[in-house]
């Protein structure tokens, strides 16, 4: 007996069609997508090189419909393309050989790039390769779906292009529309987007006359007259006439097909939006909201799809054999009826349960699966069908047959389309779940172990998705393409970052009596050259040799060695999570599955522990001992050279002043001091603040608004007493407040583990240095929690001894966790007297503290008399700088220049920036003699305890800290929600008219001017949305409070307000309502309380019918 045939006759299609049929259920409103992109989409045809502006928007295209909860597949032509820039060859070759080799080199080139970019969204993707033979199989094709749905379903983007490599003929002719269509056919996609060089079909060539007009929506693919004269491009193969052959299999397979222009993807979104809330069988669907989609070409989907078994059968390209039939077997199969083997003339081909074609008069009539194997076939051709046990010994149907009616199609003549089932539903856009497929939409791989506020895994390319479409903010020159490390600020954003400064203002430039100053940006070089920031501020870089790419040392390194713990743990079989620590970066790099040696995973761990700490050498040397290369290209990068992180600038039209654009604001506030200190009548100690920007050449920005080149900074500069151990008069306040650390010796071991300790106890112990810093450690977690910081997710990590700047000699961070791990949001940096002290030795300017003392101090000391009568006419205008020098002298100096003036009569003294560096100096000039001194005021340099906080980690760090999402009742998805406390959401109230009834427009104006007066932000949402939607947007702006003006309002004066986590709401007069919302923005109540106070209210906030 041979092996039974899968059972076919009632498949997954099928059932699918036949559970729709039955459905009354709406579809879900997840989407397929696939998007098409020729080679002279991607790839430049003069230079060959990939376009990446036009690549980066497809990518972020795609994301967003993922995030939309749609799945995405993406078939990519152009590795011929890239090969030929690889390979610097100008024109494409027409030799088969040197054809799939460009093909081999330009798909790696290919699918690297779109790895790159889609990772920079922390997007996955998958590649698939495959030939019209992978078609022709049907357990290849089966295997092939399956791994479709596989990789949909977990979140992932497939991106396919034909094998070029083996598939000869698709070199030779360019076939990826084609590919396109039947990749959506076996996907049972929804959308087929074919990206070419114009918006649209039009009936006439357009460049040719003027008059032509646009073809928006094709409904019979026979009926169209178009021009299709569009003949590829120098680089691909395809052209419009391939797109018109892929809209009528895609049509065929119930696909809606687009042809849209490649050069603006977002045509795809918009087009993606307005077609389903078109098509939407919600009732609510808000499609006003929704604009015209751009143009485009839409072929609608044939009524009658072809099920998956059919398109499969129809468009196989090689059949592993041939049945030739007669005239009347022919005629039977044109009723509908089974092939017979009665009917059989002849087979050719060698095949078991297989598609064939079956031929009469060499002409061929259709494909089918067949019930037996090529032999068999020939053994009962001819025969009756009941004879066919008797001959075989078995027989596999009743009647028996060749190949059932199902298992049959035709080529080309509707009438051959067997057994096609109209759905009962309307034809819509979307899939029903059907057994064996369930159609979901599927979760985003997450980016990290970090989670939401109601502890839910976080999705970072939502988050990102919202604040984007919110505009939070959004990259700086985008429609330029952008630049790496420049953002805007939309007006959430600039609110969101204005409320986090004027709390910051208050809870520490008011609060401790700071002095508040703003400097300029602009920095000559000496000033950073005294600073250290000229040769010390830098960062170790490297280059790959191979594509000239600039890599960051330390986090090339760190990439690597977990890329390859993470190929160990996977080759032990162990889960791969992300770790918590150290940071993580959104840019992911994979190693294979390789199991390692176990001391050598201990080096790795090692290495990571200590990554911070090593200098350019080293890193360079770790390169070298683990042989460590761009997984980009497979080459190991230079060795690492220092790059300073200013951007450098010339001051005035001459060019002759070089300066630079501050990398902090301390600079402005060091020089400021001696005037700081007279304006604070001398008293000691006080701090200086100031919020502004400032500026950092990074070498590898990413992350958002986590690594940039511009930002916002608050720094202050607390200046102490060294004397008497920088004590805080103030710390008995805070000494109660725990903290959590991480200090040095823990991680010298290698250990990330934290310690959970009071403050007090932990300057008690030595642990932090001293009671300033660890007053101002507190005063940082108590402004941290006071803006709605997680404080679980809040931790103070202690600088190693050599990865602190070269002017501290204490630095803890404020570390937030994030989906890019632990992220340093505020340095607490104890600068002792670096600053202070570099800066007056290089001007000479007293930057000093002086004060009375309580008791006259008295000494011996050697000192210095200049007679200034001679001395100035000696040294003429070096007088200062041989003085200068002469009183700079130690003790032990004057010492021994005393002995030799009284023994010799002169000295000679080295004073910079004279002739030959050195002068002499006689007895008649200057007199050095031991005697007593009496100071009656001590002169000391101030140290410094700098916390410096960066204001956009913070934002962004809060907004991860506050975003959830709510499950609602209605069966929709998941809505996002911001929990910003009142103080510093960017709209504290939102006013909601329940609809558009004029009686509502003047209660709205003057409750919203009302809280304007009272100093609240407010924002109207009047459009035409229903209230769940205009609340579920306003959710995602993290606005706390919402009032609804409604028909009671207008007869008894009374609203409703609704608290954004709750959803609950109360209802009160006017003047009750505003008095609320005062008390909750202003921290005097929380909503619990005033839900206690005022009448509860129950109402319908998802769905509310406008009278």
């Excluded at 004269?229 to 018109?244: C, E, P, Q, R, V």
């Excluded at 000494?735 to 959590?740: G, K, R, S, Y």
Aim: net charge neutral.
């Amino acid at each position: 007996m041979p092996v039974q045939q899968e059972p076919l006759a009632e498949t997954a299609d099928e059932a699918r069609l036949a559970q729709a049929q039955a459905s009354t259920m709406k579809r879900p409103r997840a989407l397929t997508v696939v998007i098409k992109l020729g080679t002279s989409s991607i790839v430049d045809e003069q230079t060959h090189e990939p376009l990446l502006p036009i690549l980066t928007l497809i990518v972020d295209t795609a994301v967003k419909l993922r995030k939309n909860g749609h799945r995405v597949v993406i078939v990519s032509s152009g590795a011929i393309g890239v090969g030929l820039r690889r390979m610097d060859i100008d024109k494409r070759p027409k030799h088969l050989a040197q054809l799939q080799a460009l093909a081999a080199i330009g798909q790696c080139r290919l699918i690297s790039l779109w790895d790159s970019l889609f990772g920079h969204l922390s997007q996955p993707i998958a590649q698939i390769l495959l030939t019209r033979n992978d078609i022709a199989d049907r357990t290849r094709y089966i295997n092939a779906q399956n791994t479709f749905n596989q990789l949909m379903e977990t979140g992932v983007i497939p991106i396919v292009n034909e094998n070029d490599t083996l598939a000869v003929s698709e070199i030779k002719f360019g076939d990826n529309d084609t590919l396109s269509a039947i990749t959506a056919a076996m996907i049972h996609a929804d959308m087929l987007f074919l990206m070419t060089d114009v918006d649209c079909l039009y009936d006439k060539n357009p460049r040719s006359h003027p008059d032509a007009r646009p073809i928006e929506v094709v409904k019979d693919i026979s009926d169209l007259e178009a021009d299709v004269s569009s003949a590829g491009s120098a680089l691909g193969t395809g052209g419009m006439s391939t797109k018109i052959v892929a809209a009528k299999l895609g049509t065929l397979a119930g696909v809606t097909t687009i042809i849209t222009r490649s050069s603006n993807p977002g045509n795809i979104l918009a087009i993606v939006r307005y077609l389903t809330r078109a098509n939407s069988d919600d009732e609510a669907a808000d499609v006003a909201e929704v604009p015209a989609p751009p143009l485009h070409t839409r072929f609608l989907p044939s009524n009658e799809p072809i099920q998956d078994r059919y398109f499969w059968l129809l468009h196989t390209p090689n059949p592993h054999g041939t049945i030739y039939i007669d005239a009347g077997c022919h005629r039977a199969l044109l009723d509908k009826a089974g092939l017979l083997p009665v009917g059989v003339v002849d087979v050719q081909g060698q095949f078991a349960q297989q598609e064939v074609r079956w031929e009469g008069l060499a002409q061929e009539v259709g494909r089918a699966l067949v019930n037996y194997a090529a032999p068999e076939i020939k053994r009962i051709m001819g025969h009756q069908s009941v004879e066919i046990g008797g001959i075989l010994g078995y027989a596999d149907s009743e009647p028996s047959l060749v190949a059932a009616r199902p298992h049959l199609r035709g080529p080309t003549p509707p009438t051959l389309c067997l057994h096609r089932r109209r759905l009962a539903a309307s034809p819509k856009l979307g899939k029903y779940q059907t057994p064996g497929f369930k159609r979901t939409t599927p979760r985003a791989a997450m980016t990290s172990t970090a989670t939401t506020l109601k502890g839910q895994p976080l999705d970072k390319a939502v988050l990102d998705a919202i604040l984007r479409r919110r505009l939070f903010y959004t990259p700086s020159f985008e429609i330029y393409g952008g630049v790496g490390g420049l953002y805007d600020y939309g007006p959430p954003g600039c609110s969101l970052q204005a409320n986090i400064v004027d709390l910051w203002r208050k809870h520490f430039i008011l609060e401790e009596d700071m002095l508040e100053v703003d400097c300029t940006v602009l920095t000559p070089h000496n000033v950073l050259k005294t600073s250290g920031h000229v040769d010390k501020f830098a960062d170790w870089m490297c280059k790959d040799p191979k594509n000239g790419d600039i890599l960051r040392a330390d986090h090339f390194v760190e990439a690597v060695l977990e890329a390859r713990l993470n190929g160990d743990k996977e080759a032990r079989g162990q889960k791969v999570e992300e770790k918590d620590d150290p940071k993580k970066k959104k840019k992911k790099t994979k190693a294979e599955a390789v199991k390692l040696d176990d001391a050598l995973v201990k080096e790795y761990e090692e290495v990571l522990a200590r990554i911070d700490n090593y200098d350019g050498p080293e890193l360079g040397q770790l390169i070298k001992k683990y042989d460590l290369k761009n997984p980009a290209t497979g080459v190991m990068p230079s060795d690492p050279v220092a790059f300073n992180l200013m951007f450098q600038t010339s001051i005035g039209p001459s060019s002759n002043l070089p300066g630079y654009l501050r990398p902090e604001t301390a600079q402005g506030q060091f020089l400021n001091f001696a005037k700081l200190l007279d304006f604070n009548q001398g008293q000691m100690p006080f701090a200086s603040a100031s919020i502004g920007k400032s500026y950092r050449n990074e070498i590898s920005p990413r992350a958002g608004l986590l690594r940039v080149r511009e930002f916002l900074m608050a720094e202050i500069e607390h200046f102490v007493d060294p004397q008497g151990g920088k004590k805080h008069s103030r710390f008995h306040e805070v000494e109660h407040i725990e903290l959590v650390l991480l200090d040095r010796d823990t991680q010298l071991a290698g250990k990330t583990t934290t310690r959970k300790i009071a403050i007090g106890r932990a300057v008690k112990e030595g642990l932090v240095d001293n009671e300033t810093l660890g007053y101002f450690l507190a005063r940082i977690h108590l402004f941290l929690e006071r803006i709605g910081v997680d404080l679980s997710k809040m931790r103070f990590r202690q600088h190693m001894q050599n990865e602190m700047a070269h002017y501290a000699c204490d630095c803890w961070d404020a570390e937030l966790f994030t989906t890019s791990g632990w992220v340093e949001c505020v340095g607490c940096a104890d600068r002792s007297a670096y600053d202070l002290s570099v800066h007056a030795k290089k001007t000479g300017a007293p930057l000093v503290v002086r004060e009375r003392r309580e008791e006259p101090l008295v000494f011996d000391e050697w000192q210095v008399d200049i007679e200034m009568k001679k001395f100035g006419p000696m040294f003429k205008k070096n007088a200062k700088a041989v003085e200068t020098a002469l009183l700079a002298t130690s003790q032990e100096q004057r010492e021994k220049l005393a002995k030799e003036l009284g023994k010799a009569g002169k000295i000679t003294l080295e004073v910079p920036g004279v002739e030959n560096g050195k002068v002499d100096l006689g007895s008649d000039s200057i007199k050095i003699e031991f005697r007593k001194r009496v100071e009656n005021t001590r002169e000391f340099t101030p140290n410094v305890i700098e916390p410096s906080f960066g204001i956009g980690r913070i934002l962004y760090a809060l907004i991860e800290h506050n975003f959830w999402t709510r499950a609602i009742d209605t069966g929709d998805e998941a809505r996002s929600v911001l929990s910003f406390p009142p103080a510093v959401a960017p709209i504290k109230v939102l006013l909601v008219p329940l609809s558009s009834s004029p009686e509502f427009k003047p209660i709205i104006k003057k409750l919203s001017q009302k809280l304007r007066n009272l100093g609240v932000s407010n924002r109207v949402d009047d459009s035409s949305a229903s209230i769940g939607k205009r609340y579920s947007r306003n959710d995602e702006l993290g606005t706390p409070l919402g009032i609804t003006v409604d028909f009671q309002t207008v007869q008894d004066g009374t609203i409703t307000l609704r608290d954004r986590d709750s959803t609950s709401q109360v209802r009160a007069d006017e003047g009750r309502i505003l008095e609320a919302i005062k008390s909750i923005v202003d921290g005097a109540k929380d909503w619990k309380k005033v839900a206690s106070e005022l009448p509860k209210f129950e109402g319908q906030e998802v769905e509310v019918a406008a009278r």
